[in-house]
């Protein structure tokens, strides 16, 4: 059972929008601390996405996005294309644990 | 161009041993906290170790605490997982990652910018 909750699935089709939301508690993203985004395609090395909440490094495409309120955040991925079908994780910092934490994952699939 | 390369994965028996390598390259590594990150099969990531600059600090996720111990060498540019009294819940494919340490509103964490492709460590009789 994973620290940060996320929804184990979510599709679309191509050029259309989704969200991926990752949820928490007041000792972790309700706590102030900032949430991350990862992309993984299995059998590769996952790929940093978002940072700080709603920060792309150099090199990510702006069709992805970041947010948080409360507890919660979300990556939403607009105009939607068929290299986006990964996994999503979420990360964290947990102060009662004093440890990163992830989320369980969102798999995107691309219809 | 930045390249963390895992290696050291294999089959062990249970209490048994195992001992990971993550060979670093394109930057300079002595400047960077480096983590160990794992994936159970079918499972989500999970945070394992962590270790400062110098080696001073180390952290770990409470399930390992005792049974792994993280470590690095600069001058070889390497960083290292020792395993042992290994358990079937430590299968995972462990993935080598840089931590550059993000900051904000005055706390500092991990931020985890470059990974490795991962190692697979399969513990099973």
């Known amino acids: 059972q994973s620290v940060l909750t996320q929804a184990p699935s979510v599709s679309g089709a191509p050029g259309q929008r989704v969200t991926i939301s990752c949820t928490g508690s007041s000792s972790n993203i309700g706590a102030g601390y900032d949430v991350h985004w990862y992309q993984h395609l299995p059998g590769t090395a996952p790929k940093l996405l978002i940072y700080g909440n709603n920060n792309r490094p150099s090199g990510v495409p702006d069709r992805f996005s970041g947010s948080k309120s409360g507890t919660s955040a979300s990556l939403a991925i607009t105009g939607l294309q068929a290299e986006d079908e990964a996994d999503y994780y979420c990360?964290?910092?947990?102060?009662?644990?004093?440890?990163?934490?992830f989320g369980g994952g969102t798999k995107l699939t691309v219809l | 161009e930045v390249q963390l390369v895992e290696s050291g994965g294999g089959l062990v028996q249970p209490g048994g041993s195992l001992r990971l390598s993550c060979a670093a390259s394109g930057f300079t590594f002595s400047s960077n906290w480096m983590s160990w990150v794992r994936q159970a099969p079918g499972k989500g990531l999970e945070w394992v170790a962590n270790?400062?600059?110098?080696?001073?600090?180390?952290y770990y996720v409470d399930s390992v605490k005792g049974r792994f111990t993280i470590s690095r060498d600069n001058a070889k540019n390497s960083l290292y997982l020792q395993m042992s009294s290994l358990r079937a819940e430590d299968t995972a494919v462990y993935y080598c990652a840089r931590n550059i340490g993000y900051c904000s509103g005055g706390r500092c964490y991990a931020l985890f910018d470059y990974w490795g492709q991962g190692t697979l460590a399969t513990v099973s009789s």
């Open positions: 270790i400062k600059q110098d080696g001073s600090e180390k």
């Open positions: 990360q964290s910092h947990d102060r009662s644990l004093s440890a990163s934490v």
